[in-house]
């Protein structure tokens, strides 16, 4: 991890006639992190479930000594992504890390995504007491049946309740972190319930009582049909409209189909 042990870059200047100028320090004030490199689903298309990510940089997790450590040679961070291709919430020392960056002035994100299986009912708390900024959590069904056929091993019951406890802390500290993005993939098995699927968070776990907004679908990419049957008659999605930047528990936007092609859905 040695991006992580030294996310200071130092480099030397040449100019033009040859001789050696001055060295030029990167410090990046942002920074990504594998808080977690593990994961307990087996979604079809996830390099994870193949076993590339554990062949390829391991398995594991961020220590709470580390991330320290990380926080203390580089003061200068302000702002570090937690999640990549693992599931950040399987890290047992998630809720210190939420601790340490909170007490040093670091704003945290989970905006790449998280599935929200399992999660600690303190973690859940943590989440809002140190004030964790942004978290995607995806979500591809509106119905448990649906949503299991691509988060294998997920359950969409708990899901919702760990969002609904996630909301519940944000009213009871009257705090509007952490602003939450529900992420739909779409896929020919669960297309048809786009539209069930907006129409959840008017009455559902997804929006806080003091908030009005709905969930944010975000469709990234839509892949083949063995991830499900095709759905031709399922009607064409609205085009998206503009997020708003001042949500106080996510921003709605319609859903999407295919807009990229390289990259597997978290």
Partial sequence: MSSVDHPSV?????????????TLRVRPDRLRLEAATVCQLRCPSCPKAEGVIRKSIGAGWLSIDRFRELLVSNSFLREIELSNWGEVFLNPDLLKIFELAHARGV???????AN??????????????????????????????????????????????NIETINRHKTLRGSRFPEMDWQFVPFGHNEAEIAEARRMPSGSAYVSASSSRGATFTGRTSLPSKIGPSSPK?????????????????????????TSSGSSPR
Wanted: hydrophobic share 25%; proline share 10%; glycine share 8%.
């Fill in 107 to 113: 704003r945290l994100t989970i905006s790449n995504g």
């Fill in 234 to 258: 399922s009607p064409a999605p609205p085009p998206p409209t503009a997020p708003s930047s001042n949500s106080g528990t996510a921003r709605p936007t319609s859903p999407t189909s295919a």
């Fill in 10 to 22: 130092s480099s030397r200047r040449d100019s033009r006639d040859g001789s050696s100028g001055a």
């Fill in 116 to 161: 929200l299986n399992d999660v600690r009912e303190d973690v859940l708390e943590g989440l809002v007491r140190f004030g964790v900024r942004h978290l995607t959590c995806s979500i591809d069904g509106a119905t448990p049946e649906t949503y299991a056929i691509y988060r294998r091993r997920g359950r969409l019951d708990r899901v919702l309740r």
